[in-house]
């Protein structure tokens, strides 16, 4: 009878149960991906301790040997970093950067998608959406590469329209005032079909018969767009929205690095961003590893910052369209 | 009434709706004039997208007499196969790079994708004990992680994978982002009927991930797979970190530090010419853009069909799971 009771509870709160032969299977198939994360997520996660440390290589001893006796020293490295000439200059444009990014990445796809659902031809419709992504496929290598043609100071396109019509050639990868628009530009240029394509999976998905409703109480498009595309696609938007808010202390390192060929000293100043300024510290040994692991680990915990700030005051806005 | 009948009604029936669906979306359409502009906006878009590719494949086929008067040219005064001829002549590193970004992009997604989906699979089975913890374990890295220094530092340091071909392929094996999308996946598209019934059975939960779960859940490994095969064929970064070696260069490690030193390729002289007699005869612009051509034509060939696959798998990642 007990026996009995004890199952049908189990039943109905499978949570409660006792381990199964299910849970060991199960258990076994997750462990490689678990020992996955372990080593090339959590691992690292722990090697920012080296943060903490002055590190140096102890002559004829292991990595690790030497990272345990190297002393401790509190918040050091964070001070130097943060303390540092270059710290204002970077957050500054990372931040910078990426609130552009956003905005850009937001406005223009989301009005892109809206009008390309309005094509008559779907073929057409179907064409213009391939064509537009096919940049998302390059890596910046490639990207840096077209660049690379447009701008050459003696042979590229740029140079060669301007001096066609009179002008003067621009030395374009010494000459910062244009950056900030030409990464601006190479980042809408690469992501521009992709956002637009994720918006407009969102908006096919919308319940046609909002729209013909719409229609016999005489909406225009305008009014359909804002009244109903725009709020039914809401959901969608805020998710990107925080996932790119919590990447606002990172930069794409492709575009920034490898667009401007390697961060030239003369664009310094506009191209720098956390996560150049860490590889090529990390490439030349200019800082201490503590010192950049610092750096690394300051970009980490403002992101996570950022994106739970985030997610909170979205879910006391609209507890729907939290994520987490 | 008999079959034939029926499937009758039903052909008019839908017929009818077609009409009227189709009726309503005249009324709904925008006037021809806008639809004239817009359809002039995206064709102006998609040149923007395209032309790039266009420019540098002109490049790559000019003449170096050609480039040194008038620059790059959208319409080279000459045509020259010399890059192509020169990068023939260099096959040897060129298919060697070839070689490396090939394995790493098979092995890799190989590796990624049984990762992920059997990652995913556990997570989307409600009754199992540990799924809380285990959704935290892939939760954490999405909003926290150790940075490049760290990741360094474990890679190189601790487990000494720099300058061996892993380093290129187990980091970017498993995502968050994928598994999540393969959790959502498998909850929403799986029924539970089906895997108690093979439980009953006697099937273990491996039996059943492979022989039930993997062959009707397609979509979703072909999103996963092209995630990660685009991800490997295009990654430059984990080369430029861990890879001193010339054997482990892949062809973007090639274009990436040919840009940095332009004499990297020119390694096998023809008869009868020095070293540095061949390095001066390169035709060393249209090398450089014919290098980049062999990169992007695979993927240009490939996406469009594709693409359906990857937008497929955005909108299942977006779903709230």
């Given at each position: 009878m007990k026996k009995e009771k004890t199952a049908a509870s189990a039943q109905v709160r499978p949570k409660r149960a006792r381990w199964t032969r299910d849970d060991t299977e199960l258990t076994l198939l997750g462990l490689p991906a678990t020992i996955w994360f372990a080593v090339f997520c959590y691992l690292p996660m722990f090697g920012l301790i080296i943060s903490f440390k002055d590190f140096r290589l102890a002559p004829g001893k292991g990595f690790l040997a030497s990272l345990f006796q190297s002393d401790w020293c509190g918040f050091q490295n964070f001070n130097f970093f943060l303390s540092s000439n270059t710290f204002g200059m970077l957050l500054r444009n990372t931040l910078l950067y990426n609130l552009v990014f956003i905005v850009i990445n937001l406005v223009i796809p989301v009005t892109l998608a809206i009008i390309i659902n309005q094509l008559y031809s779907k073929f057409a419709s179907k064409c213009y959406q391939t064509m537009m992504f096919f940049p998302y496929f390059m890596s910046w290598v490639v990207v840096s590469y077209f660049v690379y043609a447009f701008l050459n100071p003696d042979k590229g396109l740029a140079n060669n329209i301007i001096t066609a019509l009179g002008g003067e050639k621009v030395m374009w990868y010494s000459a910062p005032a244009y950056w900030p628009f030409i990464l601006a530009f190479m980042s809408t240029w690469k992501s521009l079909g992709y956002n637009m394509v994720v918006y407009l999976a969102s908006i096919t998905g919308i319940d046609g018969t909002l729209y013909e409703a719409a229609l016999l109480d005489g909406a225009t498009k305008w009014q359909q767009a804002k009244y109903i595309t725009i709020p039914s696609i809401k959901p969608m938007i805020i998710i990107m929205f925080i996932l790119n808010i919590g990447k606002i202390?990172?930069?794409d390192f492709g575009l920034f690095y490898q667009v401007t060929q390697g961060v030239p000293n003369s664009l310094y100043n506009v191209a720098s961003t956390f996560d150049t300024f860490i590889f090529q510290n990390l490439r030349t040994n200019g800082m201490s590893i503590g010192q950049i692991a610092a750096a690394g680990l300051f970009q980490a915990v403002c992101c996570c910052a950022t994106i739970l700030l985030a997610n909170f005051i979205v879910s006391k806005l609209d507890s729907d369209s939290a994520i987490i | 009434m008999t079959v034939s009948e029926k499937r009758k009604l039903r052909k008019e029936q839908k017929a009818i709706e077609l009409a009227e669906a189709r009726a309503t979306a005249k009324l709904d359409r925008i006037k021809p004039a806008t639809n004239a502009t817009f359809n002039a906006l995206f064709a102006l878009l998609s040149f923007v997208c395209l032309f790039p590719v266009f420019y540098v494949i002109m490049i790559s086929v000019s003449s170096e007499e050609s480039i040194r008067t008038h620059g790059y040219a959208l319409w080279p005064e000459t045509f020259s196969s010399a890059a192509y001829q020169f990068l023939w002549n260099e096959r040897g590193t060129i298919s060697h790079a070839l070689l490396i970004s090939v394995i790493v992009t098979v092995v890799g997604t190989v590796i990624g994708v049984l990762l992920t989906t059997s990652m995913g699979y556990v997570l989307s089975?409600?009754?199992?004990?540990?799924r809380g913890f285990f959704n935290w374990v892939v939760f954490i890295p999405m909003i926290f992680n150790g940075g490049m220094v760290a990741n360094y530092v474990v890679v190189a340091n601790m487990l000494h994978l720099n300058d061996t071909i892993w380093c290129l392929i187990l980091p970017l094996a498993v995502s968050s982002f994928n598994v999540i999308i393969c959790k959502t996946f498998f909850r929403t598209t799986i029924p539970d009927s089906i895997i108690e019934s093979a439980k009953i059975d006697g099937a273990t939960q491996l039996t059943i991930f492979s022989r039930i779960v993997v062959p009707i859940s397609k979509p979703v490994f072909a999103t996963i797979g092209l995630f990660l095969t685009f991800g490997y064929w295009n990654d430059w970064f984990q080369s430029s970190l861990y890879i001193s070696k010339n054997?482990?260069?892949?062809l973007q490690a090639l274009l990436n530090n040919m840009m940095k030193n332009l004499d990297y390729i020119a390694n096998n002289p023809s008869a009868g010419l020095s070293l540095q007699q061949y390095r001066n005869s390169m035709p060393s612009e249209s090398v450089r853009m014919a290098i980049a051509v062999i990169i992007v034509i695979p993927i240009a060939c490939a996406y469009p069909f594709f693409q359906k696959y990857f937008i497929s798998g955005l909108t299942i990642g977006a779903v709230k799971g």
């Open positions: 202390f990172y930069s | 089975r409600p009754q199992y004990r540990l054997n482990l260069v892949s």
